[in-house]
């Protein structure tokens, strides 16, 4: 816009004359007029290095360099945007070259344009930003899995799978807990994915722990939550008694000691009457020795290039009646590694299976009949069915507490047994009785019923 001043000057000129005589009339005093020249307001230059920053899922920042005007100041600049399918919207302004818009929607596309304006209301030519587009909104990492909770001296150890964050990484999980009755507890951070808690918990009390993980921008992902009972206190009254434990011998079936091992526990009198707990011995060959091949029995081969013994089920079932002597003949201590020892009740494989100490404390304590299922009985030597049932006594006796124990070996369980008694020390055994069989030496039936009748047992009722 032009803007044009035409002014009126008045110069007023008196011009005084000078005379000899007599008086004279002033003189006549004529305006002159003059035109000034007229100036035209410039405009302010157009800002540039238009800078998007600090993008969110709605919200830029915009920063510019300033503007400048030759004839005075830039007052403000005006600032409007569009979308891909909306037009220029209203303007907005701001008195520095930089301005926070607010308000925008997630993933759209947006364009921006400013001016400058100057303290004579000159604009200046738009400039136009490149196309920019908004965040998309933090995704939430996913909830912690497979929550693991145990006991040790009074101390709760939890166990999380990690999450995962789509569009960062998981910091943290926070952590609360409570009992059933209980409001939760206020919750704290951990930065790894277990954590043991110290404190008093309540002996047979139920406790819920909540976990959830935050990311690196601050969300939260949903609860996983885990129930845990403490075990009861072992009192003295529960660590009375006398174990029997059953050892199975070559390929014999789950039906004889599923007849066996219910009728034995409900002439014991036990809290829990006609169950039992049928142990799994899980086992590795140790490939750095000297194996014998099943298929000749005379030659040694490296254990490495035999089938893994491990791949047979270690729970006993109805169906098991293959020898598999293509494998392995005749294993030795020495030749294998115990990698876990399964308890599972009432003999059922996936019925409340466990490998872990605690849950076998929590909930085995007080069980009083065991049956023995060595990891592949018909390979193993009698010296390493002995080992394997030392590794399992020790474990039977540390989770109940009791150390006296009847064995019952059933055919070459029976070997199993002595090879046990004769090779390890410190034995507690009141009794050891063998099942008669028409190919292993076993005692007379007279003698086993005489003595599991001074045990307390009365075997000439229970055996089918």
Same mark, same amino acid.
């Given at each position: 816009?032009?803007?044009? @001043?035409?002014?009126?000057?008045?110069?007023?000129?008196?011009?005084?004359?000078?005379?000899?005589?007599? @008086?004279?009339?002033?003189?006549?005093?004529?305006?002159?007029?003059?035109? +000034?020249?007229?100036?035209?307001?410039?405009?302010?230059?157009?800002?540039?290095?238009?800078?998007?920053?600090?993008?969110?899922?709605?919200?830029?920042?915009?920063?510019?360099?300033?503007?400048?005007?030759?004839?005075?100041?830039?007052?403000?600049?005006?600032?409007?945007?569009?979308?891909?399918?909306?037009?220029?919207?209203?303007?907005?302004?701001?008195?520095?070259?930089?301005?926070?818009?607010?308000?925008?929607?997630?993933?759209?596309?947006?364009?921006?344009?400013?001016?400058?304006?100057?303290?004579?209301?000159?604009?200046?030519?738009?400039?136009?930003?490149?196309?920019? &587009?908004?965040?998309?909104?933090?995704?939430?990492?996913?909830?912690?899995?497979?929550?693991?909770? !145990?006991?040790?001296?009074?101390?709760?150890?939890?166990?999380?799978?990690?999450?995962?964050?789509?569009?960062? *990484?998981?910091?943290?999980?926070?952590?609360?807990?409570?009992?059933?009755?209980?409001?939760?507890?206020?919750?704290?951070?951990?930065?790894?994915?277990?954590?043991?808690?110290?404190?008093?918990?309540?002996?047979?009390?139920?406790?819920?722990?909540?976990?959830?993980?935050?990311?690196?921008?601050?969300?939260?992902?949903?609860?996983?939550?885990?129930?845990?009972?403490?075990? +009861?206190?072992?009192?003295?009254?529960?660590?009375?008694?006398?174990?029997?434990?059953?050892?199975? $011998?070559?390929?014999?079936?789950?039906?004889?000691?599923?007849?066996?091992?219910?009728?034995?526990?409900?002439?014991?009198?036990?809290?829990?009457?006609?169950?039992?707990?049928?142990?799994?011995?899980?086992?590795?060959?140790?490939?750095?020795?000297?194996?014998?091949?099943?298929?000749?029995?005379?030659?040694?081969?490296?254990?490495?290039?035999? &089938?893994?013994?491990?791949?047979?089920?270690?729970?006993?079932? &109805?169906?098991?009646?293959?020898?598999? +002597?293509?494998?392995?003949?005749?294993?030795?201590?020495?030749?294998?590694?115990?990698? !876990?020892?399964?308890?599972?009740?009432?003999?059922?494989?996936?019925?409340?299976?466990?490998?872990?100490?605690?849950?076998?404390?929590?909930?085995?304590?007080?069980?009083?009949?065991?049956?023995?299922?060595?990891?592949?009985?018909?390979?193993?030597?009698?010296?390493?069915?002995?080992?394997?049932?030392?590794?399992?006594?020790?474990?039977?006796? &540390?989770?109940? $507490?009791?150390?006296? *124990?009847?064995?019952?070996?059933?055919?070459?369980?029976?070997?199993?047994?002595?090879?046990?008694?004769?090779?390890?020390?410190?034995?507690?055994? +009141?009794?050891?009785?063998?099942?008669?069989?028409?190919?292993?030496?076993?005692?007379?039936?007279?003698?086993?019923?005489?003595?599991?009748?001074?045990?307390?047992?009365?075997?000439?009722?229970?055996?089918?």
């Amino acid at each position: 816009m032009i803007i044009r @001043d035409l002014a009126l000057v008045f110069i007023t000129v008196f011009l005084v004359g000078c005379g000899s005589g007599g @008086d004279s009339e002033p003189a006549k005093i004529e305006p002159v007029v003059q035109e +000034k020249s007229v100036v035209e307001n410039i405009a302010p230059s157009g800002v540039s290095n238009i800078f998007v920053a600090n993008i969110t899922i709605d919200s830029v920042t915009l920063n510019w360099d300033i503007s400048t005007d030759s004839d005075g100041f830039v007052d403000k600049y005006l600032i409007s945007y569009r979308t891909d399918i909306e037009d220029w919207g209203t303007e907005v302004e701001s008195s520095i070259n930089s301005i926070e818009i607010k308000d925008l929607v997630a993933t759209n596309n947006y364009q921006f344009k400013i001016r400058a304006v100057d303290n004579n209301g000159s604009y200046s030519n738009f400039v136009t930003s490149e196309w920019i &587009k908004t965040d998309t909104p933090n995704q939430s990492p996913s909830a912690p899995a497979n929550i693991e909770t !145990s006991l040790e001296e009074n101390n709760v150890s939890i166990l999380w799978d990690n999450s995962i964050d789509s569009d960062g *990484y998981v910091e943290a999980y926070g952590l609360s807990f409570k009992d059933e009755n209980d409001t939760w507890m206020d919750e704290f951070l951990v930065y790894n994915t277990e954590i043991e808690l110290g404190g008093n918990f309540t002996s047979d009390t139920n406790y819920i722990f909540r976990i959830r993980a935050v990311d690196d921008d601050g969300a939260y992902s949903s609860y996983s939550e885990s129930n845990f009972t403490t075990p +009861k206190d072992i009192t003295a009254e529960d660590r009375n008694g006398t174990i029997v434990i059953l050892v199975h $011998g070559l390929n014999s079936g789950a039906s004889t000691w599923e007849n066996i091992a219910p009728r034995i526990s409900t002439q014991m009198e036990v809290e829990n009457n006609a169950t039992s707990v049928e142990v799994g011995i899980n086992i590795t060959i140790n490939t750095n020795e000297q194996c014998w091949d099943g298929a000749w029995l005379d030659e040694e081969v490296d254990c490495s290039k035999l &089938k893994d013994i491990d791949l047979k089920d270690i729970f006993r079932n &109805k169906n098991l009646r293959s020898y598999q +002597k293509e494998y392995i003949y005749g294993l030795k201590k020495g030749q294998f590694e115990i990698t !876990s020892i399964e308890w599972a009740l009432n003999g059922r494989k996936g019925r409340d299976s466990t490998s872990n100490d605690k849950n076998k404390q929590d909930r085995f304590y007080n069980q009083k009949v065991f049956s023995i299922n060595f990891s592949h009985e018909n390979q193993l030597s009698f010296d390493a069915q002995g080992y394997q049932l030392k590794i399992a006594i020790d474990e039977i006796k &540390k989770i109940t $507490g009791i150390s006296d *124990y009847i064995l019952i070996g059933h055919s070459m369980g029976g070997l199993a047994s002595r090879a046990y008694i004769q090779n390890e020390e410190t034995q507690n055994i +009141k009794k050891l009785i063998t099942l008669d069989t028409p190919h292993m030496g076993g005692i007379a039936a007279s003698e086993y019923t005489s003595a599991t009748k001074n045990a307390g047992i009365n075997l000439a009722q229970v055996i089918v």
